[in-house]
């Protein structure tokens, strides 16, 4: 479904990442995993139309997207959770929901609404309240629900569990597994590579903005080297635990 072939990206004569290719196939989710700095939200944001493409092209569904617009990327059905949420704080959780599903025929906008509150029923608990209020599980809760309101395809996570507790990060991880059987194409960019090897199927490693490793999460849980030299040692612990 998106295939990135030997892009380059960055920020004006500085560039984030290099070179690098990239799929991420229906049902299945690929984990883009690196230490800070490697490159892994440029990447996203580049896919998503925020970051310059310098080189190489994006495809979408065998489609040349490299120079499409942000709105025209959501359009055709790729959908983003932003690191740190970014939703509009001072409007109510019913308002970031709408807004989230600004491209699509308004008509869908309720029964949209509906699927998102089935999938977060916390949410439904808040509706008219602002979104700056909630705790940071619910806003992320409402980060993904905002993305889903444009009935993406493909979703791009960047930094799912980052400053949540650990009950949240189970809700957000259970319905990142459910819209995976459902079919949907998702891209996680995650600090908890633990967590992130659990649901992902591939995992991409970056370093300094270019790949230093790809494989299935299988071959990544079972490579301790891989984890101690890229992914640091405490992660190493993890995935002990998880094996």
């Known amino acids: 479904m998106l295939l990135l072939d030997n892009i380059s990206c960055g920020y004006g004569p500085m560039q984030a990442v290099t ?18 700095g490697a490159g892994k939200s440029s990447t996203i944001m580049c896919i998503a139309g925020h970051v310059e ?9 065998d489609s040349d ?44 906008t309720g029964p949209n609404i509906e699927k998102v509150l089935a999938m977060f029923p916390r949410l439904a608990e808040r509706l008219t309240q602002q979104a700056g209020s909630l705790s940071g599980g619910e806003q992320q809760m409402l980060s993904i629900g905002r993305a889903l309101m444009s009935q993406p395809k ?8 980052l400053g949540l507790m650990p009950a949240m990060i189970d809700i957000c ?23 992130a090897l659990e649901v992902a199927d591939d995992v991409t490693v970056l370093e300094s903005g270019r790949e230093v490793w790809k494989g299935s999460a299988e071959e990544a849980r079972g490579s301790s080297d891989l984890i101690d030299a890229f992914l640091g040692l405490k992660e190493s612990e993890h995935i002990q635990e998880i094996k």
């Open 65 to 108: 997207i490299s120079h499409d617009t942000p709105v025209q990327r959501v359009a055709t059905g790729i959908g983003l959770v932003p690191e740190g949420r970014r939703l509009f704080p001072n409007l109510t959780v019913r308002e970031n929901l709408i807004v989230g599903g600004y491209c699509r025929n308004k008509t869908l």
């Open 154 to 161: 493909l979703l791009l996570i960047d930094e799912l569990s």
């Open 53 to 61: 493409l310098q080189a190489g092209k994006i495809f979408y569904n």
């Open 19 to 36: 070179e690098l290719n990239l799929s991420v196939s229906p049902g299945k989710i690929t984990a883009l995993l690196g230490a800070n």
């Open 173 to 195: 991880y259970t319905a990142i597994t459910d819209l995976k059987s459902r079919g949907m194409a998702i891209l996680i960019v995650e600090q908890s590579t633990h967590r």
